[in-house]
């Protein structure tokens, strides 16, 4: 399993938001690359970098941090928040970017996230699917739509989507325990899919769970930044 772990930004800032809300922004550090550098020195490889104003405003307004990061860390980022058009992943690409997250616009547009899978390939685009009540949320978890998250996945695996991931909003920040359940359920549903854990992760016991259960990856946040997950715990699902 793939130990993924998360940088939200607002205003070039590593933070974290509990269920997705604004009001509850915690400040974790002035200096994401440090941060980055930090996950690089206990032996990880990947990266989930989150652009929360880009979510807001539906452009992407923090490209200096993700470029920042890819040019001064070897980790592959995986680059979500605000990603609506075709400039804005090819920004993000250019900025380095390993793997680009499209949520929102896989609903909204999904002709154009298709052109995307079509243009970049099935490795370099991730299917965000954010979940409340098993119905997709999108902008920012603000909305949430009618779209069931099996089949919207199934839809998006059909066109070609390999990587999936899936938070659910009502576990996001909270620190009590994934939705391990609703995960399995995905995964019998269509057996192909690299599905990338998100959300709820409180300690170690979670990513043992997560391993059990079989997902491709998991995404640590608040559980790190809190203290309840040291970088040398990381670091041993890693080695």
């Given amino acids: 399993m793939e130990i993924i772990p998360a940088i939200d930004i607002i205003d070039g800032k590593c933070v974290r938001l509990t269920q997705g809300d604004y009001a509850t922004k915690k400040e974790y550090s002035a200096n994401p690359l440090h941060v980055a550098r930090d996950f690089e020195g206990a032996g990880i490889k990947r990266l989930h970098l989150v652009d929360l104003d880009g979510a ?78 098993k119905k997709i949320a999108i902008g920012g978890w603000e909305e949430t739509t009618a779209v069931e998250v099996f089949g919207f996945v199934k839809k998006y695996y059909d066109k070609g989507i390999r990587y999936v991931i899936c938070t659910d909003v009502a576990k996001d920040g909270l620190l009590q325990g994934p939705s391990v359940a609703l995960y399995k359920e995905i995964m019998e549903e269509i057996p192909g899919i690299k ?17 059990e259960s079989g997902v491709y990856g998991a995404i640590v946040g ?15 699902f890693v080695s």
Avoid: H, M
Avoid at 65 to 87: M, P
Avoid at 222 to 236: H, N, P, Q, T
């Fill in 222 to 236: 608040k559980a790190f930044y809190e203290g309840r997950i040291s970088l040398k715990e990381l670091a041993a």
């Fill in 56 to 133: 807001k405003a539906k452009r992407i307004i923090n490209w200096k941090v993700l470029e920042s990061i890819a040019q001064n860390t070897s980790l592959k980022v995986d680059f979500g928040g605000g990603v609506q058009s075709d400039q804005d992943i090819q920004t993000a690409f250019d900025c380095g970017a390993a793997q680009v997250t499209g949520g929102s616009i896989a609903i909204k547009d999904p002709e154009l996230f298709e052109n995307w899978i079509l243009k970049y390939g099935s490795e370099r685009i991730i299917l965000g699917a954010d979940v409340k009540n």
């Fill in 195 to 211: 599905l990338i854990a998100s959300g709820g992760v409180s300690g170690t016991v979670d990513l043992e769970t997560l391993k």
